[in-house]
């Protein structure tokens, strides 16, 4: 069972910046890829970026541009950082590892709020 711990979520007003951080209890190197998702209220859950095992990245086209993953391999630890937020982007953030076919294969977690608001 995977373990995954979202945190680094919180209240910013539109421009501003935060840092999340998923700490799996997997060796994140060695799994096809690690993705970031978010769902928002009354929407379905989205990829918003990954980042595979060889460290190629790709992002959703609503945050190209703004957002940026990295990752801690040595700390099994993957990061978003978001800049430039905008209301559209308030939701509960969630990572997950993800298969060769790249779809998520652990459990959801809590995730962390993110919200956009003046």
């Known amino acids: 069972q995977v373990q995954l711990v979202e945190s680094g979520g919180g209240l910013v007003q539109p421009g501003g910046s935060l840092r999340l951080s998923c700490a799996a209890s997997?060796?994140?190197?060695?799994?096809?890829?690690m993705g970031w998702y978010r769902q928002a209220p009354g929407k379905e859950r989205e990829l918003v970026a990954r980042i595979t095992g060889d460290g190629r990245t790709n992002y959703a086209d609503s945050v190209k541009g703004r957002f940026s993953i990295s990752r801690d391999t040595a700390k099994n630890t993957v990061y978003l950082q978001m800049n430039s937020l905008k209301s559209e982007d308030t939701a509960v953030y969630y990572c997950?590892?993800?298969?060769?076919?790249?779809?998520?294969?652990?459990?959801w977690g809590q995730g962390t709020q993110v919200i956009v608001s003046s």
């Open positions: 997997i060796n994140i190197f060695s799994i096809a890829s």
């Open positions: 997950n590892p993800e298969n060769w076919a790249q779809k998520p294969f652990g459990s």
